[in-house]
């Protein structure tokens, strides 16, 4: 199994754990179209061979890592940062009620070129966060082979790591939003392609007041939106049996959630 979708695999898991509140429920297709939308076969027993392909996945990176110390970015042989961004973590700007307006804040947003930080909210679209360690665990694991994919690409050193999940109660639909995001110096292009989902097309959609590049695509009933620029690289997947937060409100909320997560550095 290739590092690509292994990866894959674990983002999906890390969505449906937030989603469900367990790791052993898929997120379900909504049955609607759109660009990129495709499924996949399943497999039985994939998650017991995940542990596995991880470990070997993460041994081969740090031979090619070793082999590789005196090239132009020796930060690749780093170990892994802390899963947060460290600093002060601002408060989300007052919501409006539920709903389609679940992401949408007050107050007058940043703009301009950046340089920008990702940080990991209290709370994102009315979803409270989700700390425990089992949340925690599954986004290191998805972080650490997106990492190992922007080495891959040439995309650049990463400095720190934002993990971070956010889901609801029936009262919220069971909508869920999780993000794994990345603070360093980039190729926005090339990052952009390391971290989409692979086989699937993705849609440029109008980055927002924060520039760089912003593409979502629809991912097995799940919606999986990526942005990049020079300082920072973010992938986002959102769950909404609603549909009210996607579809053809995806861009906008995109952006919003961007907004909370993304800050002036």
């Not at 759109?34 to 542990?51: C, I, V």
């Not at 009210?244 to 997560?261: C, S």
């Amino acid at each position: 199994m290739e590092l690509r979708e292994v990866s894959a695999h674990i983002r999906l898991r890390f969505a449906s754990m937030a989603h469900h509140g367990g790791p052993d429920r898929p997120p379900q297709p909504h049955d609607r179209g759109g660009p990129g939308y495709r499924t996949r076969p399943r497999r039985r027993g994939l998650w017991k061979r995940l542990g596995i392909v991880i470990g070997s996945v993460c041994a081969a990176f740090v031979v090619v890592a070793c082999s590789s110390a005196s090239s132009s970015h020796p930060s690749a042989t780093k170990p892994p940062p802390s899963p947060r961004s460290t600093g002060a973590v601002p408060t989300p700007s007052a919501v409006s009620t539920g709903g389609a307006s679940a992401c949408v804040t007050t107050g007058q947003v940043t703009g301009g070129n950046g340089p920008w930080k990702l940080v990991a909210a209290p709370t994102l679209c009315q979803l409270p966060a989700e700390n425990s360690a089992q949340y925690q665990q599954t986004g290191q694991s998805l972080a650490q082979l997106t990492k190992i994919s922007l080495n891959l690409a040439d995309a650049g050193p990463v400095t720190s790591t934002m993990t971070a999940a956010y889901q609801g109660s029936q009262a919220a639909h069971d909508r869920s939003v999780t993000a794994v995001g990345f603070d360093g110096r980039f190729q926005p292009a090339a990052a952009l392609g390391a971290v989409e989902e692979p086989g699937y097309a993705y849609t440029n959609v109008p980055p927002g007041p924060h520039g760089g590049t912003l593409a979502c695509a629809n991912v097995e009933g799940s919606e999986n939106c990526v942005w990049a620029t020079p300082t920072t690289v973010c992938e986002i997947t959102i769950i909404d049996p609603t549909g009210e937060l996607i579809g053809a409100n995806i861009a906008a909320n995109a952006v919003r959630i961007r907004d909370v997560l993304e800050v002036p550095a």
